[in-house]
């Protein structure tokens, strides 16, 4: 089983102050999650030696010195936002894989259009992935796993897939539902969050800093098919990444 763990990035009803939204997250076998999570408690225990319960890990709130994070330097947020890119990027295939879609606002309808369109991307190279696993003879079954705070979209949205299929064709290597936690609850959740991140800083303000760190866990990018795993969704020319 694959655990397909995703957040979002950006609001998708905001395109007054921004020009791309994502879905992004990490999707990992079902035995690899305790010895990615004891790692994300190891970057822990070397800046809160003191603190023993787990502390929740957000990319923004380490950038401006949010929260737990907010007696540290600039120059030690920054490594402790590189310590946790460099776990997803260090990470090996099949372990762990990095899948994400990105919507730019010459794209945007509306908010509903946007989430939809990008979720459904995101789940439907999530299932090639699962397909490709099959193909190669380690068949294997995905789950989803959302950030709680946009439940009952997500929920419309899969039982709509289920019912009607998405553009591609059925998600049939997909199963059950989609579950969702808040997260803080979950480690993996918190890599998710770094992920799209990574990305929106990339559309947003040009900045590939942390997204050149985990290109290379990106399904597809191994053998040169990095739209496999990676979808920008633009209706104006674009020399992206993935578009060029």
Same mark, same amino acid.
């Given at each position: 089983?694959?655990?397909?763990?995703? +957040?979002?990035? #950006? +609001?998708?009803?905001?395109?007054?102050?921004?020009?791309?939204?994502?879905?992004?997250?990490?999707?990992?076998?079902?035995?690899?999650?305790?010895?990615? #999570?004891?790692?994300?408690? &190891? $970057? =822990?225990?070397?800046?809160?030696?003191?603190?023993?319960?787990? $502390?929740?890990?957000?990319?923004?709130?380490? %950038?401006?010195?949010?929260?737990?994070?907010?007696?540290?330097?600039?120059?030690?947020?920054?490594?402790? *936002? =590189?310590?946790?890119?460099?776990? $997803?990027?260090?990470?090996?295939?099949?372990? *762990?894989?990095?899948? @994400?879609?990105?919507?730019?606002?010459?794209?945007?309808?509306?908010?509903?259009?946007?989430?939809?369109?990008?979720?459904? +991307?995101?789940?439907?190279?999530?299932?090639?992935?699962?397909?490709?696993?099959? =193909? &190669?003879?380690?068949?294997?079954? #995905?789950? *989803? *796993?959302?950030?709680?705070?946009?439940?009952?979209?997500?929920?419309?949205?899969?039982?709509?897939f289920k019912r009607q299929g998405t553009t591609h064709g059925y998600l049939g290597n997909v199963v059950d539902i989609p579950y969702f936690a808040r997260c803080h609850q979950t480690r993996m959740l918190?890599?998710?969050?770094?992920?799209?991140?990574?990305?929106?800083?990339?559309?947003? %303000?040009?900045?590939? !800093?942390?997204?050149?760190?985990?290109?290379?866990?990106?399904?597809?990018?191994?053998? #040169?098919?990095?739209? @496999?795993?990676?979808?920008?969704?633009? !209706?104006?020319?674009?020399?992206? $990444?993935?578009?060029?």
């Amino acid at each position: 089983m694959y655990l397909l763990y995703l +957040d979002e990035s #950006g +609001d998708p009803n905001s395109w007054q102050s921004q020009k791309c939204y994502v879905i992004g997250g990490v999707a990992i076998h079902e035995g690899q999650i305790h010895g990615i #999570g004891a790692q994300i408690d &190891s $970057i =822990q225990g070397k800046y809160f030696p003191g603190i023993q319960i787990p $502390i929740a890990f957000h990319a923004t709130d380490v %950038r401006h010195g949010k929260g737990h994070f907010s007696n540290f330097p600039p120059g030690v947020r920054n490594q402790i *936002l =590189q310590d946790v890119y460099a776990l $997803i990027g260090n990470a090996t295939f099949p372990n *762990l894989i990095v899948f @994400a879609t990105a919507i730019d606002i010459t794209a945007v309808r509306n908010a509903t259009q946007a989430r939809r369109d990008i979720f459904e +991307d995101v789940c439907e190279k999530f299932n090639g992935f699962l397909v490709h696993q099959y =193909q &190669s003879g380690h068949p294997a079954k #995905g789950l *989803l *796993l959302i950030d709680e705070n946009r439940e009952t979209e997500y929920r419309e949205l899969v039982n709509d897939f289920k019912r009607q299929g998405t553009t591609h064709g059925y998600l049939g290597n997909v199963v059950d539902i989609p579950y969702f936690a808040r997260c803080h609850q979950t480690r993996m959740l918190q890599l998710a969050d770094f992920v799209a991140n990574a990305i929106f800083e990339y559309y947003e %303000r040009n900045d590939n !800093t942390n997204l050149n760190i985990i290109l290379p866990r990106f399904y597809g990018n191994a053998w #040169g098919k990095l739209s @496999a795993g990676f979808g920008h969704i633009v !209706t104006r020319k674009c020399t992206c $990444i993935v578009c060029s």
